[in-house]
């Protein structure tokens, strides 16, 4: 029996081998194509993730070792704490209750260090009157190094004022403490300053503006915050007083200053009376106009705010 030859090719109808379509081999290519744009997409995908990860961790870390904290500028000494203990101590100290003789060493040996708490309490008469002490305000510190102050607090005791230098100590956590004895102080001096002289207000707006400061202030005195936005510029509040008082009258318009293109500073005298005590008081006022197309108040003393 023969050997039969298997094709390796498939031929066509006339015995010749059949060459492949092209049609098949451009898909076939296509998709190769195809496949090899989607894993390059893939793999640039991957590598900007691992660098957007890379950039973060870098991020997060670099800070945390290179950035430094900010160096923390030291507290004024002495602060606040310090100059309310010192006010504190004032208080309890020139308030003393006969009833509670007792009750007002405590108080005032509450403050301070035992090296002194035997000598702080003051010695009163069998029949001594209470004293009571009102308001308190720091008038004066001196430092005396990083840890010691003296701090001079003026008391409202029994009508007058009393001063009182307070030696206040801290330690290394902020404790406070009145580590010494207290002493009375003088009141600050007064002062002697030479008078100034002003010239009136002049020149041809003078009548206007005369007129336009006593109406402003007959609103301002009579506490008509309303009628007072008529004067003053758009944008600018000047509060009226809260307590109402009565104009009585202007005294006098001086110059603070050479006029200045559309500005005018002067000064302001004014007589106004309160109703309830009958009391006439002469006031100043530093007033700043500036024209508009009529003159206005731009500020008061100095102080005006911005309308929102």
């Keep these: 029996m023969g050997h039969v030859r298997v094709g390796v090719g498939v031929r066509g109808l006339n015995g010749k081998p059949r060459t492949p379509s ?45 950035v430094r904290a900010a160096p923390v ?26 009833k509670s003789p007792d009750g007002y060493a405590s108080s005032v040996r509450s403050f ?51 001063y009182l230098a307070v030696p206040v100590a801290r330690d290394s956590g902020g404790g406070l403490v009145v580590y010494a004895l207290p002493s009375f102080a003088a009141p600050p001096a007064r002062a002697q300053v030479e008078s100034v002289s002003l010239d009136p207000l002049s020149g041809p707006d003078a009548a206007e503006i005369e007129d336009v400061l006593t109406r402003f202030f007959d609103a301002f005195l009579a506490g008509d915050a309303q009628q007072l936005s008529y004067f003053v510029p758009p944008g600018v509040r000047i509060g009226a007083l809260g307590q109402p008082v009565e104009m009585a009258g202007l005294v006098s318009v001086m110059q603070l200053a050479p006029a200045e293109g559309r ?18 008081y002469t006031l100043s006022y530093r007033v700043r106009l500036v024209r508009d197309d009529r003159w206005l108040v731009a500020t008061l003393n100095n102080a005006s705010r911005s309308g929102g």
């Excluded at 500005?263 to 106004?272: G, Q």
């Design 22 to 66: 092209i049609g098949a081999a451009g898909a076939s290519t296509r998709g190769g194509l195809l496949k090899a744009f989607g894993r390059a997409v893939l793999w640039l995908l991957v590598a900007v993730l691992l660098l957007r990860g890379a950039s973060d961790l870098l991020g997060r870390s670099t800070p945390a070792a290179a």
């Design 112 to 162: 301070v260090s035992p090296d002194v708490a035997d000598e702080v309490v003051p010695e009163f008469a069998k029949h001594a009157p209470a004293g009571a002490v009102g308001s308190v305000t720091v008038a004066r510190t001196v430092r005396v190094d990083d840890r010691h102050a003296l701090v001079t607090v003026a008391a409202d005791a029994g009508g007058s004022t009393r």
């Design 263 to 280: 500005w005018r500073d002067v000064l302001v005298t004014v007589r106004a009376r309160d109703a309830a005590s009958g009391a006439t």
């Design 73 to 98: 500028a030291p507290a004024a000494w002495p602060g606040d704490e310090a100059k309310a203990f010192a006010a504190d101590f004032a208080r309890a100290y020139l308030s003393y209750s006969p």
